[in-house]
């Protein structure tokens, strides 16, 4: 199947600074991308949309300035904390679409491993 | 609001039986339902879809089952094994042509436990 990658996977930093997670789909191009983020025992929660070449679409509640987003090629996106505060410490997860999915003939996302932020 | 819920937070099976999760949803315009697996400190992983248009489909050990009228789908697993135990998230898609392109949204999840 389709492979996504996340990088790092564990992060620690302390508060006021800015962290930069990738996400590369490693063996497709994916002209869309999503971020997530999850809390211990929540859903995951969609903070925003990526375009390949254009501007991210943020979800309600979630600050652009804060969280930026950049998707500069078919394979990466980056989603870059800026003055991360302990609140921002969560499990951040990007999601690429692979297309039509042969198999099953249904787009499918495929998700990134995460990536753990702990703000100190 | 929660759009999609999973209201049962946890559930216990024996190994060969079935499991059954259930997911409920309340946003009419969803026309899409996934289902992924998914293990701590991991992304999740797709297991099955289903359409709207459709009210069943299986894969292998898999099937999922959608009840418009309800609002409601369903996984199951026959029959269960140990290696099934994980988080399980249902997710909904709405307004993307019967695909998963849009954006999804998730459900709370269901630690499934399948024991020996």
Partial sequence: GAVVSQHPSRVICKSGTSVK????????QATTMFWYRQFPKQSLMLMATSNEGSKATYEQGVEKDKFLINHASLTLSTLTVTSAHPEDSSFYICSAN???ALRTMTDTQYFGPGTRLTVL | DQQVKQNSPSLSVQEGRISILNCDYTNSMFDYFLWYKKYPAEGP???ISISSI???NEDGRFTVFLNKSAKHLSLHIVPSQPGDSAVYFCAASA?????SYGKLTFGQGTILTVHP
Avoid: Q, V
């Avoid at chain 2, 307004?95 to 695909?99: F, I, L, Q, R």
């Fill in chain 2, 54 to 56: 459709k009210d069943k």
């Fill in chain 2, 45 to 47: 992983t797709f297991l």
């Fill in chain 1, 21 to 28: 997670i990738e996400c590369r789909s490693l063996d497709f």
């Fill in chain 2, 95 to 99: 307004n993307a042509g019967g695909t």
């Fill in chain 1, 98 to 100: 692979a297309g039509l």
